[in-house]
């Protein structure tokens, strides 16, 4: 059987591991820092020392990563109802659960027809990715099989931009790379203002607020999330960038990021949603922002001319994304009303609503909201809405997989349920609706000049 040990060697075996896990522990310090002398050896021990936390992540991404949801519908699949009867798109974004891969469709909304998808190599543009700590793990956590091209948009030349947590990219009609912007990993909303400038929320890493107070660890190994908002050319210049985190500071504004006693929190604000103003008005101005910050349940008006906040909002909406303009006195909030349970779990408080903010009578109220509750519209997060001038209203529901449209009477026009042919249902990933003049003609003139792809 097993010997005996005496008890001397054992003592001798704990003393020489107490300076040897020091200088472990110093290696993957300075590692970490970037300030290591020691080569191969610091890092190594990173290596090491990260092998449990990579293990542990593999497996979540492993059970994860081809975004499949429950499937509430069953009953559903594909395009179901009428038609629109104008002219309008929708760039479909969706995760395909047969080829393991997010892609875009634009759909005509008069036949249900696919006239064109996108499907980018992503593993091929991930390689061009300068190997820098901000896109760290992007090769094992937003490869081919676990992207989704979020909040696509189509440009007048016929390209299309998206994100997902990555740098911000711009292909052409056959999928090609035209550029990635690699200054900050972009996420959640792709909106344009009236120079075609594109606004999108960034992450900015390192982090510029003092390392005393929020640290340096990496974003995705529990370090503290600077929102940054970008301004960018169509061909992916960098025009204006600013920390949301140093906004609050420069405003007197500290409280929302570090007023929690205790608690240090990692992620105060969570921007999801940049709306540039495009007109003059009584209650605001050309350039401003509208901003979302979904961990404030908070809608703020941001003047970049000034680096002021102008505005902010905290009314009858909780965890909310994606706030529109209407008309020169009026806002719509996309109100998911998630909350976080005792046991951790994420759950709906009963149903998603469209919020309407009126800034001539500083009154709410909720647009079709019986529509919404008859049709069970319940996202957790990410979700958008957008109320058309017509007055129908365009819907997402990402965490289940499903698309809306109602017509102004609150009467259910068609749905889309992202159902693949191995009958499992997946994500949707801020798929858009195009029905201005400028998107039909940008439309028009993408079908009329796109290239013929190799197969």
């Known amino acids: 059987m097993f010997r005996k040990i005496e008890i001397w060697i054992l003592y001798l075996v704990v003393l020489l591991g107490i300076p040897v896990t020091i200088g472990f522990g110093v290696l993957v310090r300075e590692e970490i820092k970037g300030k290591s002398q020691f080569g191969s050896i610091s890092k190594t021990a990173l ?20 975004f499949k949801v429950r499937d509430r519908f069953p009953l559903l699949n594909g395009f179901n109802g009428t038609p629109n009867s104008i002219e309008s798109y929708l760039l479909l974004s969706r995760y395909d659960g047969d080829l393991e891969e997010g892609i875009v469709e634009l759909v005509d909304l008069m036949s249900f027809n696919v006239l064109h998808t996108w499907n980018p190599d992503i593993d091929k543009f991930n390689k061009f ?27 007048k030349d016929g390209s299309l931009v998206f994100h ?14 035209l550029f990635q912007n690699t200054l900050d990993k972009s996420h959640h909303s792709i ?17 510029t607020l003092p390392e005393k107070i929020v640290g340096r660890d990496h974003i995705l190994e529990g370090g503290y999330k600077e929102d940054g908002i ?32 205790h608690l240090h929190l990692k992620d105060p604000l969570h921007l999801n949603d940049i709306q540039p103003v495009d007109f003059d008005g009584d209650y605001w101005k050309k350039g401003d922002l509208f901003l979302s910050l979904r961990n404030q349940s908070m809608i703020l008006l941001y003047r970049p001319s000034t680096n002021k906040i102008v505005w902010k909002l905290q009314g009858p909406f909780f965890n909310q994304h994606d706030v529109d303009i209407l008309d020169d006195h009026r806002i719509s909030i996309f109100n998911n009303r998630m909350q976080k ?29 019986n529509s919404l509750i008859e049709n069970q519209v319940k996202t ?15 819907l997402e529901e990402q965490n289940y997989g499903r698309t809306l449209y109602f017509n102004s009477d609150g009467t259910l026009r068609w749905t889309h349920l992202n159902r ?24 028009k003139n993408f079908l009329n000049n796109k290239s013929k792809c190799d197969d």
């Not at 909106?191 to 982090?207: C, F, G, H």
């Not at 693949?420 to 439309?443: A, F, M, Q």
């Open 164 to 177: 997902h947590d990555s740098p911000f990219r711009k292909i052409d009609s056959c999928s090609n790379l």
């Open 47 to 66: 290596f090491l020392a990260e092998i449990p936390s990579n293990l542990q992540k593999a497996s979540l991404i492993k059970e994860k990563k081809h």
């Open 230 to 261: 970008l301004k960018l050319s169509s061909s992916g210049k960098i025009l204006f960038r600013r920390s949301l985190s140093q906004i609050f500071v420069d405003n007197n504004l500290k409280n929302y990021l570090y007023g929690y006693g």
């Open 341 to 369: 349970l005792s046991n951790n779990k994420l759950s709906v408080d009963g149903n998603n609503e469209v919020i309407i903010y009126n800034f001539k009578t500083g009154q709410y109220s909720s647009y079709l909201q």
């Open 191 to 207: 909106e344009k203002d009236v120079d075609r400038n594109i606004w999108v929320p960034s992450y900015i890493y390192p982090q």
């Open 380 to 394: 957790r997060n990410q979700g958008l809405s957008e109320i058309l001038p017509n007055g129908d209203l365009f």
């Open 420 to 443: 693949s042919k191995n009958k499992k249902v997946y994500h949707v990933g801020w798929s858009r609706i195009l029905y201005t003049k400028e998107d039909i003609s940008n439309v």
């Open 129 to 155: 990715i300068e190997k820098d700590e901000k896109f760290k793990f992007m090769k094992r956590d937003r490869g081919d099989s676990r992207y989704l091209l979020r909040h696509p948009m189509l440009l």
